[in-house]
C-alpha cells in the first residue's frame, strides 16, 4: 500500500500529491475545497503531460493536519507550508497556481518566498485589505458547520448548500455534485474558521512593485474580486490579466475551457530557457 506523503512544517504535517514529470508546478486550492479539485477540474490531465505537478492539501483541509488556534494561520506560516513541501521533494525552484484562496497565499508566496518560484498564476484574487469579510466568512462556515452536522438530517438545507458552494456551472455536473457531497460533511469547519479569523483581512498589496516574476491573474468580470484584480494588475511589472465575462467566482473552477488555454500558453512562455 501506497504511503500518504506529507511534510512536516514545524509539527503540522502537510499533504500532498505528485502527478506527472517535467518543470514542476504547485497547485493551490481555494478555501474548503482539496487538492481533488484540480482532479475534478481537469487541469491534472491536461498539465501532468508536461508538468511535474505537486499537489498541496493547504493546512486546516484535506489530509493536511487542521489546527484550531487562529495563530496557526498566519501567512507566513501557509506559505511554509508550501516550501517545505518543495524542500521535502528537493525542489530548489517551481511555477505556481493558486485559486481563490490558494491564489491568496501566493500574493504571500510573492511577499516570503519569491525566490522558489519562477512565475505565479493566480486566479480569482486580490491582495488587498478585505476588513468585513472575516466576520462574513465566519457567520457563512458556521451554517455550513451547523447544517453538515453530523446529527443533522435537513437534507434540503444541504443540498441548497451544496448547490451554493459549486456554483450554477459545477452544479449541474455530476462528478463535481460527488465531490461536494464528500468533502462537505467532512470539513473541518472550526479549522477553517481559525484560519479566516487570522489574516484574511490584511492587504498584501505593499508586495505588488516587487513581483518581478511573470504573474499571470484571471478572475471573472462577475466575481466580487473582479475590480480588485484588474486593479492590482496595473501595479505588477510583468502581470498579464486575463477575465471572463459574465463568469462568477465558483464557476470558473468548472471552466477548464476557457482558463486552461491561458495558463498553458502562459507557462509555455516562462518556461522557455
Known amino acids: 500500500m501506497k504511503a500518504t506523503p506529507y511534510a512536516n512544517n514545524k509539527g503540522v504535517r502537510i499533504h500532498y500529491e505528485v502527478e506527472g514529470d517535467g518543470a514542476p508546478l504547485v497547485l493551490l486550492h481555494g478555501l474548503s475545497e482539496t487538492y481533488e479539485i484540480w482532479h475534478i477540474s481537469g487541469y491534472i490531465e491536461s498539465l501532468k503531460k508536461e508538468y511535474r505537478l505537486v499537489l498541496i492539501d493547504a493546512r486546516g483541509h484535506g489530509d493536511s493536519d487542521k489546527p484550531h488556534d487562529s495563530e496557526a494561520y498566519t ?11 518543495l524542500d521535502g521533494l528537493k525542489v530548489s525552484k517551481a511555477h505556481f497556481l493558486g485559486y481563490s484562496m490558494g491564489g491568496w497565499i501566493g500574493f504571500g508566496i510573492a511577499k516570503y518566498s519569491p525566490q522558489r518560484f519562477h512565475s505565479l498564476i493566480i486566479g480569482g484574487m486580490h491582495p488587498y485589505a478585505k476588513p468585513k469579510e472575516p466576520e462574513q466568512y465566519i457567520k457563512h462556515l458556521t451554517v455550513y458547520r451547523n447544517t453538515f452536522a453530523s446529527d443533522s438530517r435537513d437534507t ?9 458552494w459549486l456554483g450554477p456551472t459545477a452544479a449541474k455536473m455530476p462528478e463535481w455534485k460527488a465531490y461536494a457531497h464528500r468533502v462537505l460533511p467532512v470539513n473541518n469547519w472550526e479549522a477553517l474558521i481559525a484560519l479566516v479569523s487570522r489574516e484574511w483581512e490584511r492587504g498584501f498589496d505593499d508586495v505588488l512593485p516587487t513581483m518581478t516574476m511573470p504573474v499571470l491573474l484571471f478572475v471573472g468580470e462577475s466575481d466580487s474580486y473582479y475590480a480588485g484584480v484588474r486593479e492590482c494588475a496595473k501595479s505588477i511589472p510583468n502581470a498579464t490579466f486575463i477575465s471572463f465575462p459574465g463568469i462568477g467566482h465558483a464557476d470558473i473552477e468548472a471552466r477548464k475551457d476557457l482558463v486552461l488555454p491561458h495558463i498553458t500558453k502562459f507557462l509555455k512562455k516562462v518556461s522557455q530557457p
Open 75 to 85: 501567512m507566513k506560516s501557509m506559505v511554509s507550508d508550501v516550501v517545505a513541501v
Open 156 to 164: 434540503g438545507a444541504k443540498e441548497a448548500l451544496v448547490k451554493e
